[in-house]
């Protein structure tokens, strides 16, 4: 088959896979943190930010302006469908400009059927905006490195501009970039004059990350490095839908990519210093940075692509008949299988499957006019939880913050029919379980439902399994 052909294929299955389900699951915290923030003004976009969030404003003001085209599930995450979709033929392009258009091929593919950039081409996140943004940032600097004409001077500028008010890991783009120049002696005036042309514009938001920093600073992960660093590089080919602890999966897989890395070793060093140099640096600084604390894998994720890279030199030699070509695709299915199917055992973070529009719409059906709403999420003005998003009866809600919201519960729920407790076993499971202990105590129930079985995944470390609901919804009345 002619490679054009191909490549149309793999464009042609990545978009299917993108727009499967696009709209089927209820909207993600962080997502509600996204489309909140953008619901605001853009100084406030930039101020609330500024002491609140890790991100920079660019991807909040997309959604600002996008959110006048409609706020359900599938519009809301078209944008970022689009540029997952976009990193396709990105990587086309940039396999092809590394070295030919069989490793483009193959790169596009890896992109295609990646279960990570699937799945953040599916929720209102900036993590393939990001992803594509880096793709054509190396794509121009290796035309720039080639002496190409001078437009992708200016397109290397406005990329990597773009991509620090994206993500502020986008440093890291820069970063492999000036390495790369220094290794190759090539570190001349218009490469130090086009890095300061992008500090000077990168300069309004940078005097706001300190903030940011002492925002991240409290979020550490008590997980041993050299496991988060596995753990990263097992997310970038497989996501987060193949639990990390399923080795009938995972050590077939793992075997297969280590019996490859000799091919990849050998057409690696067989390039020119250029490609050479600017693959090896792209491959490793990257995964320095899962040392910071605040680093999840989905911050790394547009630089999976350099792996996928790498990879695809490993198979590039290998002919479309021979079965070890296909057995590195395939390995990517039982993820996407898992992911499609919303396999709760096999997510690693569940509450990306909490069917909240179902919850609420089914409470509007069983509430009666004057009936109460008690709740553990938060409730804020600015940002929304779930049951502000999805809630659209005209009951009265009531978040249950601490032990004295719940000593003056009886007070409220005087002459009331009855009363609804939807307790956030994620964000606040010691309250939540005090909630229910009292309620349950207190009063008489008559309605339970239960949603996304979860298993504690770290405290397998401890050598121990645990498990918890993470949305549980009640109905009580006064004891007769």
Known sequence: ??????????????????????????????????????????????????????????????????????????????????????????????????????????????????????????????????????????????????????????????????ILYTHNLGFIVILIQIFTLVALKKLNLKFFYSFLVIFLFYIPWLVRIPYQIIFTLGVRRPIPLFLRLLYTLSYFFLGETVNPFNFKILIPIVIIYIILLPECFRNLFSFDKEKKYFLIISLILPLFFVSFPSTVPQNLIPFSIFWFLF????????????????????????????????????????????????????????????????????????????????????NRVIEIKSEDDLSKLFTVTKNKRQFFLILDFINRPEISE??????????????????????????RLKGRKEYYWLIEVYIFKEKT
């Open 1 to 162: 088959m002619n490679k054009k052909k191909i490549f149309y294929l793999i464009l042609f299955v990545g978009i299917f896979l993108r727009i499967l389900n696009l709209g089927k699951h209820s909207f993600w915290c962080d997502e509600l943190l996204a489309i909140s923030i953008g619901k605001h003004s853009i100084k406030w976009i930039i101020d609330y930010i500024t002491f609140n969030d890790a991100h920079p404003p660019l991807f909040y003001i997309l959604i600002h302006f996008w959110l006048k085209f409609g706020e359900n599930e599938f519009i809301l995450r078209v944008p970022s469908m689009i540029f997952g979709i976009l990193c396709i033929p990105a990587g086309y392009f940039l396999g092809g400009k590394f070295k030919n258009e069989k490793t483009g091929i193959l790169l596009s593919l890896f992109i295609a059927l990646s279960p990570a950039l699937i799945l953040w081409s599916q929720l209102v996140k900036s993590y393939t905006f990001f992803t594509f943004l880096t793709i054509f940032s190396f794509y121009a600097f290796l035309n720039v490195i080639e002496g190409k004409d001078k437009k992708w001077f200016v397109i290397f500028v406005i990329l990597n501009t773009l």
């Open 434 to 459: 005090k909630a229910k202990k009292i309620f349950e105590k207190s009063f008489e129930k008559i309605f339970e439902e239960k949603y996304v079985y979860n298993e504690k995944l770290i405290s």
């Open 311 to 394: 990879y695809g030199l490993g198979i590039e030699k290998l002919s479309y008949k021979n079965p070890s070509f296909y057995f590195v695709f395939l390995s990517l299915f039982p993820s996407l299988i898992f992911y499609y199917t919303d396999n709760t055992s096999q997510y690693q973070d569940t509450s990306k499957l909490i069917p909240f529009k179902e919850i609420y719409h089914k409470i509007e059906k069983l509430e009666k006019e004057g009936d109460l709403i008690f709740t553990t999420e938060r409730i804020s003005e600015d940002i929304f939880s779930s049951i502000q998003w999805y809630y659209k009866g005209k």
